[in-house]
DNA sequence: GTTTCGGCCGACAACGTAGTCAGAAACGAT
DNA sequence: ATCGTTTCTGACTACGTTGTCGGCCGAAAC
């Protein structure tokens, strides 16, 4: 309209007061230099004049500007974007690591996707990385406490690291938690066996949780090494209501018992009550985890704090490190906080018997 | 080399064994087809024949291809993807939302990628929306349950939903949670009151989640509807240790306790426990949230169950219904399961006194 | 026999950014 | 003056996808 020969649909698309956020080529034109300029601005390359570098910002200050990570995505072949698979879970351990690697995850300048499984389904935590390989990222943490002997796919490059014990993961990918957990149960074990008790009975956890596992084999070489065998366990699946199952079982000749979490160590000191038997008194309760209310039970519970956040550094850490392009986390001490024993009111010296 | 006259750049690309995954063009040269073909194969659109499609996608499967998001989110615009801002917190509440928006999130075709507040950080909120927009997502759900009085910047046409209360955000985009809190408040302070209580006590959270000053609310006018003029609450931050300190501090006419959620019930339980008041012969206590070893404490807490699912179903609803682009989501009933109260031991009546 | 039309397919042009390369300007050394 | 080097800037293009449009084909309608 405005001239005679219309020059093409470039014309139209800047008379069309367009919706779509502006671009460098936008912020360029205001600032009155080439698109890549504006790039170099952005990305903090060398050999800008500090005229044109004041400039630029002002005019993208002025039109909100935001770089378009697709873009920039597509032509770089990186996202900056690490994927985490977890189990979908509101316990207090998984809730703890997901917090803690997200805060790690974006104060490296990555950004963080989660991918929850659904316990049960076979191919669970193939199908959630293939989400997250097509959602696009440069590198996957696997938070999966579930070892359930699958092997994983080739992922197409993408480097992936585990939190914990995984199958079909070469050595170098596993990062075991900072704290070794058979010295914690051994610990644990120890201050029982220290105040008197002849016998440690377990609570464990699901056997398809790599980490219950590893806790009753901490309990159980615990006891051996001081020439106990241990009894058979009993093996719940980290709710109060597995541990309530076990105190209504548990023989009673018992006087101690190590819990693979807090939570089955409420169940159990519940159904130690309503079945007559006092704890500390009769009975004596170790936990795992530290829940915040482990030190307001009644009674305070004595368990093994788990140091979520030093574990979630570490491993993004380890991960960071065979990410290509990421800027290589400096060597913070490796030395991560190790897990230990927090003694408090529910276990006590084993009592004359009665 | 193998021609005397170079082509250009395309012939070294194809000559190069490029480490780059494979693309649609590289889909349609095995299928011998277009490229827009497999575009068309791959969206699921109209107007390919039975034969071409069969033909497109054993090509893809033997390449192993992936669509590029980057490259569709750059053309379209749309990343199909939403993102929640969250208090970064392993408590009960907000974990159980998240994962509860994780599902139904993937489950309607979107990814998901969270941004942690940290508390106390005063732009904190506003920080973390410009990070989500930065990464590019369609929607956001303010998942926050603490309402720090600043209002947000225009979020340059992304549509944001609040899920609780939130001030600089329009009516329509707040979704409140299924259940009335107040109802609930109502029910468990009427619960206490009909066991004969004359006076109910509260320890409320901290003021500044919407949350807590909801449960305070909801206590004080249930009392007053009764005729009964609420005492000075006690205020917390959730955790055991404030309900610890309100249990020590609890006038010793107190009968009933209502408490702003279950682990400041546990720390208050405890307190009365140390000071020789039994629960719930002596003092009755209630709780909120109803976590899962409400149920296993000594005594079981009576509690205000939550369904965060609903709400989170619910919220996402409402945002993908404001997405350009989202298949509106099938409108299920939205009578979101009400919050109501589980009865346990630990509330009783009020028994002669002593 | 011609036209019309819906199904089917491909060429081409974007999208907003970063890599490559060429060239200009400024400067010091010959 | 001439050259080389460093600093700075912009034109051009590729990245992998989707939107637009036009062409081809066969069947139905004139």
Redesign the pocket.
Known sequence: MTSPDTP???AF?SADA?R??P??????QLA?????????V??N?????????EKVLRAAAELG????T???A????RFRRIGVVSLGSALFGPASLLVALERATRAAGFSFMVANTIEGQPDAIQDAVDWLLAQGVDGIILSEPIDEGQRLRAASGVPIVSLGHARGLPEERVVLAGGRTAEACREAVEHLLDMGHEQVWHVAGPQHWWDARERQDGWASALRERGIEPPPPFTGDWSPAAGYAAGQALPPEATAVFCANDDTAIGLVRALNETGRRVPEDVSVVGFDDIPAAAYLSPPLTTVRQDFEADAIHGLDVLLRLVPGAAAPETRPKAAAPRRLVVRASTAPLGPVL
């Open positions: 093409g649909p470039a698309a367009r779509r956020p671009g460098m080529t936008d912020v360029a009155g230099v080439s698109q890549k300029t504006v790039s170099r952005v990305n390359e060398r050999y800008v004049s500090e005229e044109l570098r500007f935001r770089p378009n697709a873009a920039r597509l032509i770089t072949g």
